[in-house]
Each structure stands twice: as C-alpha cells, then as structure tokens.
C-alpha cells in the first residue's frame, strides 16, 4: 500500500509540474517593462550561432572531479576530472539549450526598419509577421493582410 500511495505521490507531482511549464507566460524580466507590439515584413533571414559555455562547464566539471578524486591516487583524480567535465559540459549543454538562433531584418508597416535575433525561425523572406517586444522579442507570422490593414494607419508612406 504504502508504495502504490508513493507513485501516486510522485505521479501527482509530475502532473502539477507539467501543468506549470507553460510557454505562453510572460517571462518575469518582462515585468515592468515597455511593451509595443507591430506589424513587418521579414527583409533578411540569417541563421546565428550564440555563444556556448560548455567548455567552461567542462572545465569547472573537471575541477570539481579531480578535488573529488584528490583524497584517492592519481588515477582517482584522472576519472575524477573526466568524469567532472563529462557531467559538467552535460549539464551546461542541457541547460543552455539549441545554439542556433536567426538575426531578422524587418520593415515595419509605418517604414521603420529593425532588426531582431530570436531562437525560433518564424518566418519567411517577404512574410507578414507580427512583433512583440517586452523583454524579450517574440515573432509570429502572421496572414499578409494583416501587414496591409496595419499599414492603411500611415498614409503618407
């Protein structure tokens, strides 16, 4: 009985941890921040790489793994500092995330021209899309008439 209650338990808390990550919440350093949302036409795709930090991981990983092993013999210290920076580029590597990322240059309907780095492709050269920006920037692509009705708001251009 008392482990069927136990993986009811840890089912349980799977579900409400599930049920919490959600990525339509607005992230917390949006808080307090200005927000402006416009219509664009994507100009210019280009894939990006960011900066990984594995190497560092791995080495800190190392570190940690060779004065593990310190109170063992040398041999104890090499699959300690092995092991560190397997574990330790591992993590960094799961938490960091893809590496790939993409720089949009984007004519907004009232003639601004931006420029954004977002992780996901979301769209294509010539496409409508909307902008979200509040700190962090969101692009979704949106139907071309939307970029048409945004734009009938500055007739001068």
Do not use: H
């Given at each position: 009985?008392?482990?069927?209650?136990?993986?009811?338990?840890?089912?349980?808390?799977?579900?409400?941890?599930?049920?919490?990550?959600?990525?339509?919440?607005?992230?917390?350093?949006?808080?307090?921040?200005?927000?402006?949302?416009?219509?664009?036409?994507?100009?210019?795709?280009?894939?990006?790489?960011?900066?990984?930090?594995?190497?560092?991981?791995?080495?800190?990983?190392?570190?940690?793994?060779?004065?593990?092993?310190?109170?063992?013999?040398?041999?104890?210290?090499?699959?300690?500092?092995?092991?560190?920076?397997?574990?330790?580029?591992?993590?960094?590597?799961?938490?960091e995330g893809s590496s790939?990322?993409?720089?949009?240059?984007?004519?907004?309907?009232?003639?601004?021209?931006?420029?954004?780095?977002?992780?996901?492709?979301?769209?294509?050269?010539?496409?409508?899309?909307?902008?979200?920006?509040?700190?962090d920037v969101r692009i979704t692509q949106r139907?071309?008439?939307?970029?048409?009705?945004?734009?009938?708001?500055?007739?001068?251009?």
């Open positions: 009985m008392v482990n069927k209650l136990a993986y009811l338990g840890l089912l349980l808390t799977g579900f409400s941890l599930v049920g919490c990550a959600n990525s339509n919440d607005v992230d917390r350093r949006a808080e307090n921040q200005f927000v402006t949302e416009f219509y664009a036409y994507v100009q210019q795709v280009k894939k990006v790489r960011f900066k990984s930090y594995i190497g560092e991981g791995m080495a800190v990983g190392a570190i940690g793994g060779i004065i593990e092993g310190a109170d063992g013999d040398k041999e104890d210290m090499l699959a300690g500092g092995i092991a560190g920076a397997l574990v330790g580029g591992l993590f960094t590597a799961v938490f790939k990322g993409y720089e949009y240059q984007l004519q907004a309907v009232d003639g601004d021209v931006v420029t954004v780095i977002v992780s996901k492709k979301s769209g294509e050269l010539g496409e409508c899309v909307s902008v979200r920006v509040a700190g139907p071309f008439e939307n970029c048409i009705e945004a734009a009938k708001e500055y007739p001068l251009l």
